[in-house]
């Protein structure tokens, strides 16, 4: 499962064995997202990391992993689907 760590100075992400990246804030792109997108973001990547996990098809994580890539604050009904199925069969 991926964990993302905010921190004064720069964000640390860790997604799987072994695979951890640190990016100092200014290295970052900001999407200006509102508020409100902002939560829909963090929605959207707290239902990924619920499916996630290293044991997944390598498939699945893939899609999973594209879904999370996403720069945008939704996903269209065909990704929700896809998400949802996912969800039943691996979450």
């Known amino acids: 499962m991926a964990r993302i760590a905010l921190r004064k100075d720069e964000i ?3 997604q ?4 951890r990246h640190r990016a100092g ?3 970052l792109k900001s999407f200006n997202y509102l508020p409100q997108e902002g939560e829909q973001m963090q ?3 707290d239902h990924i990391s619920r499916v996630y996990s290293d044991s997944l098809e390598e498939t699945v994580k893939s899609l999973l992993q594209s879904l999370g890539k996403l720069n945008r604050p939704y996903l269209t009904a065909v990704e929700e689907k896809l998400l949802s199925v996912l969800e039943s069969e691996y979450g």
């Open 12 to 14: 640390l992400s860790e």
């Open 43 to 45: 929605l959207i990547s």
């Open 16 to 19: 799987g064995v072994g695979a």
């Open 25 to 27: 804030l200014q290295h």
